[in-house]
């Protein structure tokens, strides 16, 4: 047995892994099929040494190839003892399959269709149409159990015509009668010409995808954004609450500690006045005992002798005006704090009313916006600083437009101009939300944004302190602390970039008929943001772009 699998192993080639057809022998004596080796010798042209792919031996010139007879006979038995051979049960046919048409008795699943005959063969039976010649020529394809559907009804041909008039397949004969003087085409040839416009749409379909999948993605970021700031306002606001919260019971308190000094005072003062009437009384008690009791003197001359005895009564210095003003102590404080509450409520209720305008304004920035007027209203004029911009460039139209010279201009020293690039910053800070356009005229322009305290001689976008979007006639490339990201998208002369400062959102977009989002970063800005733009190459140029 292992003797025969050895033998067996010999009679396939060892370049289609399959049994030797046409099977011819190398000088070498390693065989091969006629068709596989010719194709390998034939890459071998143009090096005019021909090498055997399994010992790698070289032969000059190309050798005559002759049949192995014997190879031949061996090959045939095999295909005998197979065909001979009980097939195994999953290669009968079951009830999705399709059935050989040849096959008697119990039917074999079929692994072939035959377009020509037409007919479906399992592998015994459509083994002639690999070895006979003129079964070479049929169209084969996968088993289908639709064949009589590519058969004419009237005629009882295979229908490999296109009537491309009446849309349909017919057969030759179905053209000299009923289809004569139609457009008809080969069938082969209409499924060409559909098969392109199908790989067109496919195409089309395959470039919707990716761009709604980078829709989805960004939507996704866009959702992260939403909920990093919201969190981060609810935060903040819980902080800015608490701190008013914190200042009412610091207010309530001094009021209150005001209140019982201020009540502690008057307790005070009305206690003294109250223990010198007491005082008074105990005083006058005394005298009018004194008074009863000579009053009683029966004794005239005694009575008279002690009268004149009895000082004068004073008059009172502490009770004249006691009950002159009404009961009104801490009254009017009370009406103070509640004059401050109407106030606060006032102030609370016109003020809440503009915090929930601004919530109900947040509006994403949808990625399916094409147009300019959502972010119109964001616009910002943007002029360039000349104490920023580099000598080799040239500021004009009101400071609008930038221009890459070689000839140096006269600016006067200025800590913050640069140095060591093409560059310049706008004069304007950017802290809200902006929005503004670059127009390219010519050359390698970085469109970018960048802290003021970006070093003289650093790149834009090739630091931590800035973002630029590079940009010229071959496409975009997006730079931030020295990584470079490629950026598809259609190439355009103007350039649009969007800011949000507080929600960490910058985007640049490919404006022309529509708007095409190009990039978008998603970070936390820590500083105002500077309009920057760095110029490459001779004569290059860029203008900011007076927004309507």
């Given at each position: 047995m292992a003797q025969r699998g050895v033998q067996q192993e010999k009679i396939f080639c060892s370049i289609c892994l399959d049994l030797l057809k046409d099977q011819v022998t190398i000088p070498c004596g390693h065989s091969y099929c006629m068709k596989c080796i010719k194709t390998h010798w034939d890459g071998e042209d143009q090096r005019r040494k021909y090498s055997c792919p399994q010992c790698r031996k070289e032969f000059i010139p190309r050798p005559v190839l002759e049949k192995n007879i014997m190879l031949a006979e061996m090959v045939m038995d095999l295909k005998k003892t197979k065909r001979k051979a009980v097939p195994p049960v999953d290669?009968?046919?079951?009830?999705?399959?399709?059935a050989c048409d040849v096959c008697t008795g119990r039917k074999r699943k079929a692994v072939k269709s035959c377009l020509s005959c037409p007919a479906s063969y399992c592998e015994d039976h459509l083994q002639p149409h690999h070895d006979?010649?003129?079964?070479?020529?049929?169209?084969?394809?996968?088993?289908?159990?639709?064949?009589?559907?590519?058969?004419c009804?009237?005629?009882?041909?295979?229908?490999?015509?296109?009537?491309?008039?009446?849309?349909?397949?017919i057969c030759y004969l179905c053209t000299m009668d009923e289809h004569k003087d139609h457009e008809t085409v080969p069938a082969a040839a209409e499924r060409a010409e559909k098969q392109k416009e199908l790989q067109e749409s496919r195409q089309q379909i395959h470039q919707r995808i990716q761009d709604q999948e980078k829709d989805v993605k960004l939507l996704q970021q866009e959702v992260e954004a939403i909920n990093v700031s919201a969190d981060k306002a609810v935060e903040d606001s819980e902080k800015i609450f608490t701190e008013m919260i914190r200042l009412l019971q610091e207010r309530s308190s001094d009021v209150k500690q005001q209140i019982r000094s201020q009540q502690e005072t008057e307790v005070s003062r009305v206690k003294d006045v109250q223990e010198k009437l007491e005082q008074e009384i105990t005083e006058l008690k005394r005298k009018d005992a004194e008074l009863e009791q000579l009053s009683h003197t029966e004794d005239h001359n005694q009575f008279l002798?002690?009268?004149?005895?009895?000082?004068?009564?004073?008059?009172?210095?502490?009770?004249?005006?006691?009950n002159i003003r009404p009961l009104r102590y801490f009254e009017d404080v009370t009406a103070a704090v509640s004059e401050l509450r109407d106030i606060m409520q006032d102030v609370l209720k016109q003020s809440w009313?503009?915090?929930?305008?601004?919530?109900?304004?947040?509006?994403?920035?949808?990625?399916?916006?094409?147009?300019?007027?959502?972010f119109l209203k964001y616009s910002q004029k943007i002029t360039l600083d000349p104490n920023t911009a580099h000598r080799n460039v040239l500021l004009s139209e009101r400071k609008r437009k930038v221009i890459r010279t070689n000839q140096q201009q006269f600016y006067p020293d200025h800590p913050d101009r640069f140095t060591g690039r093409s560059q310049a910053l706008s004069r304007e800070s950017l802290t809200g939300r902006c929005y503004w356009e670059v127009k390219r005229r010519a050359g390698e322009v970085y469109v970018a944004v960048s802290y003021k305290n970006i070093s003289s001689t650093g790149g834009f976008g090739f630091n931590d302190k800035s973002w630029s979007l590079r940009c010229d006639t071959q496409g975009y490339i997006f730079c931030h602390n020295h990584i470079l990201t490629p950026v598809p998208g259609p190439v355009s002369?103007?350039?649009?970039?969007?800011?949000?400062?507080?929600?960490?959102?910058?985007?640049?977009?490919?404006?022309s008929e529509t708007m095409t989002l190009l990039h978008?970063?998603?970070?936390?800005?820590?500083?105002?943001?500077?309009?920057?733009?760095?110029?490459?190459?001779?004569?290059?140029?860029?203008?900011?772009?007076?927004?309507?």
């Open positions: 290669c009968y046919v079951g009830s999705e399959d399709v006979a010649p003129p079964l070479k020529k049929h169209k084969l394809v996968n088993p289908s159990k639709n064949l009589q559907e590519r058969i009804s009237r005629h009882d041909e295979v229908m490999k015509i296109f009537c491309r008039t009446d849309q349909q397949c002798l002690n009268y004149p005895s009895l000082p004068a009564l004073s008059e009172s210095t502490h009770s004249s005006s006691i009313r503009n915090i929930k305008l601004k919530i109900t304004e947040v509006d994403v920035l949808l990625l399916g916006l094409k147009t300019r007027d959502g002369s103007r350039i649009g970039v969007y800011l949000d400062h507080r929600a960490g959102i910058l985007c640049f977009y490919s404006v978008r970063v998603q970070t936390s800005f820590t500083q105002p943001l500077y309009a920057g733009v760095w110029l490459l190459g001779d004569e290059s140029s860029a203008k900011f772009i007076k927004l309507k």
